[in-house]
Nanobody, 121 residues
Framework: QVQLVESGGGLVQAGGSLRLSCVAS????????MGWYRQAPGEQRELVAV???????VYADSVKGRFTISRDNAKNTMYLQMNSLKPEDTAAYYC???????????????WGQGTQVTVSS
């Protein structure tokens, strides 16, 4: 069993900052690429940022220069530092990870339950 648990969401004024965390736990053999996605009401889920297990990153154009994705492989944890937040950043934020579990050779993508970020104007 593998779990991804997000934390750090909340209500913040425009221009403020939040730091999201995503912790992976369970029978993990290999934790590969990880990413943050978000979904606003009535919208499709969209990519925010991804990071490889080597630390390579890709960002959505809408968050470049404001958000920073990072990870601590020793702690199986990924972070998203969000600065200069805008009302349009309001969404549920989800983490995902490509994981190989113990006694398996198959990579499977897991998702967390999400954490709400609300930015007031």
């Amino acid at each position: 069993q593998v779990q991804l648990v997000e934390s750090g969401g909340g209500l913040v004024q425009a221009g403020g900052s939040l730091r999201l965390s995503c912790v992976a736990s369970g029978s993990i053999l290999s934790l590969n690429g990880m990413g943050w996605y978000r979904q606003a009401p009535g919208e499709q889920r969209e990519l925010v940022a991804v990071i490889s297990n080597g630390g390579s990153t890709v960002y959505a154009d809408s968050v470049k220069g404001r958000f920073t994705i990072s990870r601590d492989n020793a702690k199986n944890t990924m972070y998203l530092q969000m600065n200069s937040l805008k009302p349009e950043d309001t969404a549920a934020y989800y983490c995902n990870a490509d994981i190989i579990v113990l006694r398996s050779v198959t990579v499977k993508t897991y998702w967390g339950q999400g954490t709400q970020v609300t930015v007031s104007s």
